[in-house]
């Protein structure tokens, strides 16, 4: 059964990513990319390896699906900015639970451009998971907008061309890995569960601890 609704799920989410990108081509990816970017949850490790199985059916070129993914990173993370910066840490902090982003994470992130500066943006888009909402901290903390481009999309370009190349590789192996395909969705669903499981609890943990400190003794 567990593996019935995994297939169903999956099947949804990636024919969704497909659907997209197969009709409308680089701006498909892009436009996925940006949603992804601007702290809505869809997986960017579905969006670009399967540009990176277009690459190798011909479609796209490598260099043309790493660009377009890393220019929606860069446009979602402008939106994400332009929120922060806009409502400020207030706004930030009663609409984040919704992205399960916490004080705690935007706290961690003050510190993180307090000690590094703005290189930082360009570091975490390589790390998964704070590469969703890094945008926010940067626009409270109001950085100029120019390095905040450039970072975003110095550090997107590699992430998104990996994913892309992973791709690539697994569709010159289609034929021998779709025999293991069943077994491989499963694995993949059980991981995005996990990984949305330890966030949400890491999330509730810090609420808990934050209305703790604000009560008192």
């Known amino acids: 059964m567990i593996e019935g609704v995994s297939k169903r799920i999956l099947g949804l989410l990636v024919g969704f ?26 997986p960017s490790e579905v969006i670009m390896p399967f540009s990176g199985y277009l690459v190798y059916q011909g479609v796209f070129t490598l260099h043309g699906a790493a660009f377009w993914g890393a220019t929606g990173c860069v446009l979602g993370s402008l939106l994400a900015y332009a929120i922060a910066a806009w409502g400020g840490r207030p706004l930030v902090e009663r609409y984040g639970r919704y992205v399960f982003l916490s004080r705690r994470d935007l706290d961690l992130a003050d510190r993180l451009f307090q000690r590094h500066g703005s290189p930082i943006i360009f570091f975490s888009r ?7 909402f890094i945008s926010l901290p940067a626009g409270l903390a109001r950085m100029p907008l120019l390095p905040f481009v450039v970072f975003t999309f110095l550090g997107s370009y590699p992430f998104c061309w990996l994913l892309a190349y992973f791709g690539y590789r697994m569709g010159q192996h289609w034929s021998e890995l779709e025999g293991r395909f069943r ?26 601890l934050a209305a703790r400190e604000t009560a008192g003794p």
């Open 17 to 42: 990513i497909v659907g997209i990108i197969e009709t409308l081509g680089y701006p498909g990816v892009c436009m996925l990319m940006a949603i992804e970017s601007a702290a809505i949850p869809l």
């Open 126 to 132: 390589l790390m998964p998971v704070v590469r969703t």
């Open 183 to 208: 077994y491989l969705h499963v694995a993949i669903l059980a991981l995005m569960v996990a990984g949305a499981a330890w966030w949400i609890r890491r999330h509730l943990l810090a609420e808990r």
